[in-house]
């Protein structure tokens, strides 16, 4: 099983929501070849309806060998982990908070 040569880098979830995303990877390194980081993260984002059941809606994820992010997460839901050189990102999206555009103070333009 490929999960078990699993590296993690970052983690802010539960010891058991990273079991299952680690199951998940191994599931999908089964199936595809490491080059198809591609198919290996459409897989895995059609296979976390199996984490929206559990732990919520908006997991998203990214895989590949060399990306950087920047993303928002919900706290208790993010897991960054490699296998061999492939890294996966597994987190569970969040918007930024709703606007209250009733609080602004219409400004008028200054010249300058």
């Known amino acids: 099983m490929m999960e078990s040569k699993a590296v993690i880098g970052e983690a802010d979830m539960l010891q058991t929501m990273q079991q299952d995303a680690l199951r998940l990877a191994g599931k999908a390194l089964d199936l595809f070849d490491v080059t198809e980081s591609t198919e290996i ?5 059609k296979g976390t309806e199996e984490f929206d059941q559990s732990y919520g809606p908006g997991w ?11 993303e ?9 982990f490699s296998i061999g050189s492939l890294m996966i990102l597994l987190f569970r999206a969040t ?4 606007v209250d555009t009733t609080a602004f103070i219409a400004m008028e333009s200054v010249e300058v």
């Open 41 to 45: 993260a459409s897989f895995m984002k």
């Open 60 to 70: 998203q994820c990214i895989v590949g060998t060399d990306f950087g992010s920047f």
């Open 72 to 80: 928002t997460h919900h706290r208790g839901c993010f897991i960054h």
């Open 95 to 98: 918007s930024a908070p709703e």
